[in-house]
């Protein structure tokens, strides 16, 4: 609680959360819903068991993970995934908020990325949308709870302004969030509404794609019956 107030009173805060102008990156964000827990649940078991340390901060089995996902609340919390084109989840965030003992309200973030999407800043992405999200929704800092060695999230926060704190095998960063104001609002309701774009675009897409092979399928072996059958 202590380090969480000395972040309020020294951590510079962030004046711009980037909204529309990063979703060029073609970064499918989403809210996420009681609707996708299947698909969070495929895209959580298939984490190696160090990711899932590293996420979870102990070597979850496929049991803890899937009482972790029938335990997401939707409605307090908030659930964010990036989708591919096959329109699986290859990156989510959870960001779960809670009020102190200082009443500062604070957002704590998990975020987990499937080995064959890394490297191309949906980590990133991720914290700065539930930043955004959590900006608008009055919070005054964004927390990590991550362990020392998770490198990879602790660059995250670094890179985007928060202060780390080291505590022994663990660490917490901390960002100070801005009070909302049009512009952040706007921004949300902008990548909220280009993520749902996309991501009918991909679904329409899939579609057609299966009814052009239903089609060629029926057309080849309509194809190979008249053949059979010619004299």
Known sequence: MCAIKTALQDSPSVQTVRGPARVAQFLNIRTLGPNHRARLMRHLIALEPQDRYLRFGYTASDQQIANYVERLDFVNDAVFGVFNNRLEIVGMAH?????DADGSNVGDFGVSVSPSARGKGIGGRLYERAALHARNEGVDVLQIQALAENAAMLAIARKRGATVHRHGPESEAYLKLPRPDLE???????????????????????????????????RKSATSATKACSP
């Not at 960001?95 to 009020?99: C, F, R, V």
């Open 95 to 99: 960001l779960a908020t809670y009020m």
């Open 184 to 218: 952040s609002r706007l921004s949300e309701l902008l990548e909220e509404s280009w993520a749902n774009l996309q991501y009918g675009a991909k679904a329409h897409t899939r579609i057609f794609c299966g009814l052009i092979a239903g089609f060629q399928s029926l």
